[in-house]
């Protein structure tokens, strides 16, 4: 069974800094892109960003030039280090992973539980 463990996140002051990480963790053969998304209350689950194997990364565009995504690939660990927080990054974020179980299996998304980022002015 795959389990998503987070950590990080918490309360900040705008302009302050947080970081985020995230294990997978189980019987996992591959892994592929691994990422964070968030929620704000009353709005769609979005994007805030993702990297792949390769290290190719794809970033929300309210996000770009304030956080950096990076990966553990030995230990299936992604990181988001959040920088220039501001009012409006408050949300859960979730981890995500697209991972495969075994070799012949499908791609298959995992979600972790959320972690709670509050920003206040």
């Known amino acids: 069974q795959v389990q998503l463990v987070e950590s990080g996140g918490g309360s900040v002051q705008a302009g302050g800094t947080l970081r985020l990480s995230c294990a997978a963790s189980g019987r996992i053969f591959s892994v592929n892109v691994m990422g964070w998304y968030r929620q704000a209350p009353g709005k769609q689950r979005e994007l805030v960003a993702a990297i792949n194997s390769g290290d190719f990364t794809n970033y929300g565009d309210s996000v770009k030039g304030r956080f950096t995504i990076s990966r553990d690939n030995a230990k299936n660990t992604v990181y988001v280090q959040m920088n220039n927080l501001k009012p409006e990054d408050t949300a859960v974020y979730y981890c995500?992973?697209?991972?495969?179980?075994?070799?012949?299996?499908?791609?298959?998304?995992?979600w972790g539980p959320g972690k709670q980022v509050i920003v206040s002015s």
């Open positions: 995500n992973a697209r991972l495969k179980l075994y070799a012949y299996s499908a791609w298959t998304n995992y």
